[in-house]
């Protein structure tokens, strides 16, 4: 307590000269002679009110301590010293970081996409305001975490340690479902480095497309999701659209998402450069482009099959254009369940590929598909062209699921233990996320 105590008053003294440091972690804490703990090594360090000391979009810091604003290339705040003093906390207390990975890019996705296990998972003896307080450092917004480093030393000087009612010993709380991490990747390393090899040919002007195919639960979001933090870091931007079972949704619905998060996030006088005169048929599905384009012309009427050719093509001749400027990966989730229109659109992206920046992600269970399967026809007809590359997810193998339970519990499992999992859940990651819950639940 007495050194985190000390580091907030040395980020509490930096943030009021408008100083973030960007690379806190316990190798640039050092403790003097006297056992007072001093932060050092500003070599990373931003000043707040002054232009960024490195490339706009290049991930700086060490991952194991990086809040995920900072692992993304986007704007850095004193919040993010927060979340990595958060994160030396966690450690301070538990033993261990907040996140494991086998490699990098699988922590930084976790720090992303994944929450912390609960600190008293690991330590029983941590108070109750104390987890509060590591976990409102390590949320994935800054909005959400305290407002400065004066109101985290204030919450740590609230912290009694010796106060028996705010442990979480023997309270029930010990085996609760929280200290089950959710989200948890391994392994794939075959999938990945197929997935990386599409990113890096489509980074050099050589579009591609693929499908991620699988059984429900097998890990086609998660392993999109990992490779949207590595697009990212190789500063692409990603977009995402996901298809729903449900009756009532609109045509080109995965589209319009992806689409209308593009739009939001753009300058209207470089989204109408980006769009030209296609951005009056995109308008007609994709509403947020009238109001970030006012003054549109109307649409020209025209027959059906002649209005969706035009649509179309002002549709692919965005994506190409935008993607000149910044590379895109566009994830389209659960193509099993798409609309006819929205596989019509695939068809016709998917064969203006050659010369952009776009790669272009599928996923859908295979198990779902019959030869009458809208997606089936599409994809045959794809496949017939040589258009695109299926990477087939199957289940973990018995090693992967040691590893498995090992990251989303923190504890390394017994080798009976996991051989019992691995033969009642062959290996789906939701599976075993399921089975390691309820074993966790019942103590």
Request: charge should be negative.
């Given at each position: 307590?007495?050194i ?29 002679s ?9 070599g ?25 604003e ?40 976790q720090h ?42 204030a919450?740590?000087d609230?912290v ?5 009612d ?22 794939r ?43 990212n ?211």
């Open positions: 307590m007495d985190a105590r000390a580091v907030c008053r040395g980020l509490e003294f930096a943030h009021s000269k408008d100083i973030v440091h960007r690379d806190l972690k316990p190798g640039n804490v050092w403790l003097t006297d056992g007072i703990a001093k932060i050092g090594d500003f990373l360090a931003v000043a707040t009110d002054r232009s960024r000391l490195t490339t706009e979009g290049m991930m700086v810091g060490t991952v194991s301590y990086m809040p995920p900072q692992a993304m290339g986007g704007e850095t705040t004193p919040k993010a010293d927060l979340y990595s003093l958060g994160a030396m906390i966690y450690e301070m207390v538990t033993g261990r970081p907040p996140f494991l990975g086998d490699d990098a890019i699988a922590i930084i996705g992303i996409n994944t929450p912390p296990v609960a600190p008293t998972w690991h330590n029983g003896e941590c108070p109750k305001p104390l987890e509060a307080l590591i976990l409102r450092l390590l949320a994935k917004n800054p909005s959400e975490r305290p407002d400065s480093a004066s109101d985290v030393l919450a740590l609230a009694d340690m010796a106060a028996k705010q442990l979480n010993i023997q309270n029930g709380d010990s085996h609760s479902l929280d200290s089950v991490s959710t989200g948890v990747f391994v392994g390393q075959r999938e990945m480095d197929e997935l990386k090899a599409a990113l890096e040919s489509s980074l050099s002007g050589q579009g591609r497309m693929v499908t991620l195919v699988g059984e429900p639960g097998i890990g086609k979001t998660r392993t999109s999701q990992e490779l949207a933090t590595y697009a870091l190789r500063n692409s931007q990603v977009l995402w659209g996901r298809c729903y079972e449900e009756q009532g949704v609109p045509p080109y619905w995965p589209w319009v998402q992806a689409i209308r998060s593009y739009v939001r996030d753009r300058d209207p006088q470089q989204l109408s450069a980006e769009m030209g005169a296609g951005a009056v048929d995109i308008a007609e599905i994709v509403s947020d482009v009238k109001e970030r384009l006012p003054g549109l012309p109307v649409a020209q009427t025209l027959d059906p099959e002649q209005a969706r050719f035009r649509l179309f093509d002002s549709i692919t001749s965005f994506f190409r254009t935008a993607s000149q400027k910044q590379p895109l990966v566009l994830i389209l989730d659960d193509l099993h369940w798409a609309d006819k229109p929205s596989l019509l659109l695939l068809e016709f992206v998917a064969r203006e590929l050659s010369g952009t920046r776009l790669l272009l992600i599928g996923t859908y269970r295979d198990m779902e598909l019959s030869r009458q399967h809208p997606l089936a026809e599409s994809l045959g007809a794809l496949t017939r062209e040589g258009i695109f590359q299926r990477v087939l997810l199957r289940g973990l193998t018995l090693e992967d699921v040691g590893r498995f339970i090992e990251v989303a519990t923190g504890i390394a499992p017994q080798d009976s233990l996991v051989s019992a999992v691995y033969t009642q859940t062959e290996g789906n990651p939701l599976f075993v996320t399921e089975v390691v819950r309820l074993l966790v639940q019942e103590g």
